[in-house]
């Protein structure tokens, strides 16, 4: 595994994008809407990681929620894995638990996964795989 981005709840992609460009010295790669899961995306490259900028597309988002109850801030932490599915499996066994039962699209052509924050000590964790 390695950490293949962060995820921050932002209220405005607009500002944040201006933000993180003057912050990081270079503008976003993409960006991204993953209309399912009500977000907006704005993706940095940096080194071996990334940067992904999360706005709520809607007021049902999780994101606009996590933004009511949090305010704006670190999301999720996304740990890159070359085999999902045994990662999941491995996972399962060890007993933690997912927030689904499948992976599913994400955003950057990856399929993702999040494990249930009350089994890694409040930290949503995103399991992504690039597809093939
Ligand atoms: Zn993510």
């Given at each position: ?32 809407s993953v209309e399912?899961e009500g977000v907006t ?14 706005e709520a597309a809607n007021?049902?988002s999780?994101i ?69």
């Open positions: 595994m390695k950490i293949e981005h962060l995820g921050i709840a932002v209220k405005s992609l607009q500002k944040s994008d201006e933000l993180f460009a003057k912050l990081l010295g270079k503008e976003n790669y993409k960006q991204e399912r995306t704005s993706f940095y490259e940096l080194g071996d990681s990334k940067i992904e900028l999360l007021p049902e999780p606009a929620k996590f933004l009511d109850k949090r305010g704006e801030g670190i999301h999720h932490v996304a740990f890159g894995v070359e085999n999902i599915g045994a990662e999941i499996e491995r996972l399962k066994a060890a007993g933690f638990q997912f927030l689904s039962e499948e992976p599913k699209d994400g955003a950057d052509n990856k399929l993702i996964i999040f494990l249930h924050p009350k089994s890694t000590n409040g930290i949503l964790v995103e399991l992504c795989q690039e597809k093939p």
